[in-house]
């Protein structure tokens, strides 16, 4: 059987550590949040005026725009996000946050702030500071 490169482990080894913090960022569910969920809010968040293009967000999350699209769906139902225009282009379709977005985010950055101490603390971080190091404390053992 061949043996893998060192590239191919360290993209399954991510592709693990992913799976892994997914799995332990569960509790975000208390706030009705997935993880990527909190992501697309953070980002809509630090955006200059708390809004976004979709196109730019898609980018800035890595993903397509149709992806984007399907994630933000179930946040504008439940009032996170609402859709807006570009007062210089109606075309171009923006992504505000709500204030009930704006809180929501408020309380689950706490609850992931702590999950991600447990997670990896900051203290592990400074001690192995290598992408290798860090990704064997979260768990990759693929070799």
Not at 31 to 40: E, S, T, V
Not at 72 to 101: F, Q, Y
Not at 124 to 141: E, T, V, W
Request: glycine fraction near 6%; charged fraction near 20%.
């Amino acid at each position: 059987m061949s043996t893998i490169n060192s590239s191919l482990q360290l993209l399954m080894n991510l592709t693990k550590v992913q799976a892994i913090i997914a799995r332990r960022l569960d509790g975000l569910s208390a706030h009705g949040l997935a993880f990527g969920d909190l992501m697309i809010l953070y980002l809509i968040h630090e955006a200059p005026q708390g809004k976004l293009r979709r196109i730019d967000l898609a980018e800035r999350t890595g993903l397509t725009a149709s992806g984007i699209t399907r994630q933000l769906l179930p946040l504008e139902k439940i009032g996170l996000v609402a859709r807006g225009t570009n007062a210089r282009d109606a075309r171009v379709s923006m992504v505000i946050l709500t204030a009930r977005g704006r809180t929501v985010l408020n309380e689950a950055i706490k609850t992931a702030n702590a999950m991600a101490t447990e997670i990896l603390p900051e203290d592990q971080l400074r001690l192995n500071p290598s992408l290798s190091d860090i990704l064997k404390l979260l768990g990759a053992n693929i070799s």
